[in-house]
């Protein structure tokens, strides 16, 4: 069976720092994958999408890159954090019209 | 992409039927019709999914009336633990590569 894999789950990270959070997909190839956020109180923001390795697709301009360097890998960083950048991170993966969430990583940016 | 409207918030007891009403006005005919549940601190999980009439599963039932402008999630006798946020999500590709969860309801269980 498929599983989804995130780390870490919470994470403190002075302002200006860079930031990497990585996700990994067994189980399954060539899934799409999904980088979403959850700001305190409200609904999951879509950041990023890929369809495959190195294909990259951005919903939102931000402070924010991901990178899909092997076929069930899905990499979020930032080169200098935001105090914005706060919330809760959820990598997924699809298939068909199925979203298959991992179990987050909570970010504060102090 | 078809934009949904969901209560913020709904109360209940254990043991009653629940059922929660999403409004999606401007579906498009390839749309499907998608609820997640999503508990404090984790990922969303998928509950149901459908593009017309009724559907049902082991946890819950989905109905979509003829005009698919709206759908309701139907959970039988909730319990506590089935208090979460609950999101609506209408879209036809494959993957839904361009989706965006709204706010959700929240549905709060007492006993």
């Known amino acids: 069976s498929q599983t989804i894999h995130q780390w870490p789950a919470t994470l403190v990270q002075p302002v200006g720092s860079p930031l990497s959070l990585e996700c990994t997909v067994e189980?399954?190839?060539?899934?799409?994958l999904y980088w979403y956020r959850q700001a305190a109180g409200r609904g999951l923001q879509l950041l990023f999408y890929?369809?495959?390795?190195?294909?990259i697709s951005s919903e939102v301009p931000q402070n924010l890159s991901a990178s899909r360097p092997q076929d069930r890998q899905f990499i979020l960083s930032s080169k200098k954090l935001l105090l914005s950048d706060s919330g809760f991170y959820l990598c997924?993966?699809?298939?068909?019209?199925?979203?298959?969430f991992g179990s987050g990583t909570q970010l504060s940016v102090l | 992409l078809a934009k949904t409207t969901q209560p913020i918030s709904m109360d209940s007891y254990e043991g009653q039927e629940v059922n929660i009403t999403c409004s999606h006005n401007?579906?498009?005919?390839?749309?499907?019709i998608t609820w997640y549940q999503q508990f404090p601190s984790q990922g969303p999980r998928f509950i149901i999914q459908?593009?017309?009439t009724k559907v049902t599963n082991e946890v819950a039932s989905l109905f979509i009336p003829a005009d698919r402008k709206s759908s309701t999630l139907s959970l039988p006798r909730v319990s506590l633990s089935d208090t979460a946020v609950y999101y609506c999500?209408?879209?036809?590709?494959?993957?839904?590569?361009?989706?965006?969860f709204g706010k959700g309801t929240m549905l709060l269980v007492s006993p």
């Open positions: 997924a993966w699809s298939e068909g019209r199925k979203l298959f």
């Open positions: 189980g399954t190839s060539n899934p799409n």
């Open positions: 890929s369809v495959g390795i190195g294909q």
């Open positions: 401007n579906i498009a005919t390839n749309d499907y």
């Open positions: 459908g593009y017309k």
């Open positions: 999500l209408v879209g036809d590709r494959e993957g839904y590569s361009t989706l965006t």
